[in-house]
């Protein structure tokens, strides 16, 4: 007579495994959902088969359920074995190989318990033993048999290593729902070893059918609570630690939970000292992840720039309980954005700013002026005459030594560009007149005592400078005057500054 205990546990195991089956099949297209399917599956044969041994009580049924049970005992442990392969994504490419074999290998247990004339190669006797409150199935098996059976515990014990080597080299976020696989599979695998150390005289009220309930309990936690396979572990995991970018995951505190191995050599450093890291080096880091805002920003680390987009991390109530961080190297990309805009702003022949550049350069500094601004403005003297008997190239010679000229005479708080062919162009609003026009007379004799050469010719030229000076915001002003000096240097016979006698209102 079954006490109500050993019924309602075999009958909890069954419901549990049937609730699995269920919330499997809603999930079955996800990656390893087949495989966990199919273990399932066996061991919720398995555990009816066994549960109607022990409520039969005639020998020939107590037998046939017992053989019939063997499908779920000899396949159970191949099924969890190609689940635990599926799962942590180990010998993917083997893994229907390994399938195919260790079928065929362990149906042959199968077949011998279920042919009556090659049934005493696997047991030597099964007699019925009967007590006041129970009667069950005693087997005393042969060497294959004993040999068969230890090729089920080496594919759980194996299936059993590859969740431990996954669980201690997954992230820290995989390793709650890879812990609660786990102990779901060690429970029936001490259960079993026990009942065959004990020549199966150990708990036989309870067969291992009441056991599968802790199993399917802990396998609904896994697939409800911990996702089991609404993400696929193999995907996130190889997204977690291969991605290119750097993942630093923080809980609603602000602490520091995971980080992927990109982070560690992104920010250089571990586990142990990124908080620290995070707070006191990049406080705007660490101020975004106390908020736990979605915000973007980048910073400069151990001469790298990187970039920070964070997203905080809501639960289905949409209440925040972390953030997300992803980390990218951008040093190459503001290199290239720092090169193509200096391509844009200077010149390539003298590396002076160039015309537009200038512009808006000098109208944002005299937007700011509060006082006087000034502008020299020059060209080289008879410079077409340096092209047409030299050469274009060695006019291209003088206006790069010009340039060279410029950025080593002129002083670094004005702004120097070449204005358009010949001609060059200085602005200040920090200096005075009188500073400007010395500058401006210092670079015509400079340029006039100077040989030029290129290509074995020696060239020599002057410049003619007109200076303006005014306070003002608008460069349009100050260049009409610079331009109208130039004009009467040059109608002076050239190579000299001509400036207005007094500076503009």
């Known amino acids: ?37 199919i273990a399932v599956l066996f061991m919720l044969i398995w555990s009816l088969t066994s549960f109607a041994e022990m409520v039969s009580y005639t020998f020939f ?5 017992r053989n019939i ?6 396949y159970t442990p191949v099924a969890t074995l190609l689940f635990s392969l599926a799962y942590t994504g180990y010998w993917r490419e083997k893994q229907k190989q390994i399938g195919r074999i260790l079928y065929i290998y362990q149906g042959v247990g199968i077949i011998l318990v279920g042919t009556d004339f090659l049934h005493h190669w696997i047991r030597h006797s099964v007699s019925l033993v009967t007590s006041s409150q129970f009667s069950t199935l005693v087997v005393e098996t042969t060497v294959l048999a004993k040999f068969l059976i230890s090729g089920n515990f080496f594919l759980m014990v194996f299936s059993l290593v590859l969740v431990i080597v996954f669980v201690v080299t997954t992230s820290t976020s995989m390793r709650k729902q890879a812990y609660i696989l786990l102990l779901g599979m060690v429970i ?30 802990l396998l609904l936690l896994g697939i409800y609570r911990f996702d089991l396979l609404k993400l696929a572990p193999l995907a996130r995991e190889q997204a977690f630690r291969f991605l290119g970018e750097g993942i630093v995951i923080c809980d609603g505190e602000g602490h520091v939970v995971d ?53 905080p991390i809501t639960s289905k109530a949409t209440e925040t309980i972390g953030t997300i961080t992803l980390i990218q190297d951008i040093t190459l990309l503001k290199q290239r954005a720092e090169e193509l805009q200096h391509r844009a702003e200077i010149d390539g022949l003298t590396g002076l700013y160039n015309r537009q550049t200038f512009i808006e350069k000098v109208e944002r500094q005299l937007s700011l002026a509060t006082g006087e601004s000034h502008l020299i ?5 008879h410079f077409k005459q340096i092209n047409d008997q030299w050469g274009h190239r060695s006019g291209d010679a003088v206006l790069h030594s010009i340039g060279s000229i410029l950025k080593e ?20 609003s920090h200096k005075s007149r009188d500073e400007m026009i010395s500058c401006a007379e210092h670079l015509r004799k400079y340029v006039e005592l100077q040989i030029f050469t290129h290509e074995q010719h020696s060239i020599r030229l002057t410049v003619s400078l007109g200076v303006s000076s005014a306070i003002t915001s608008s460069f349009d002003e100050l260049y009409r005057e610079a331009d109208a000096c130039l004009y009467e240097a040059k109608k002076a016979g050239r190579n000299c500054v001509r400036i207005r006698s007094t500076p503009l209102d």
């Open 1 to 37: 007579m079954l006490s109500f205990p050993v019924l309602f546990f075999n009958l909890l195991s069954i419901g549990m495994l049937l609730g699995v089956l269920i919330a499997v099949w809603r999930v079955r297209s996800k990656r390893a959902a087949s495989e966990l399917l």
């Open 61 to 65: 049924f107590k037998v046939l359920w």
């Open 69 to 74: 049970c063997q499908i779920g005992v000899f």
């Open 188 to 217: 029936p695998f001490l259960y079993a070893m026990a009942k065959v150390v004990s020549n199966e005289q150990f708990l036989q009220i309870l067969p291992i059918s009441g056991v599968f309930a802790l199993s399917g309990l």
């Open 259 to 311: 980080m992927n191995p990109a982070a560690k050599e992104l920010l250089g450093t571990d586990m142990d000292l990124i908080e620290e890291q995070l707070y006191l080096e990049i406080p705007r880091w660490g101020n975004a992840v106390r908020q736990s805002e979605r915000t973007s920003f980048d910073f400069s680390l151990d001469g790298r720039a990187l970039l920070a987009e964070l997203y």
């Open 377 to 381: 403005y020059f060209d080289l003297d």
């Open 409 to 428: 005479e002129v002083d670094e708080s004005c702004i120097v560009c070449r204005f358009g062919g010949e001609e060059f162009a200085i602005f200040s």
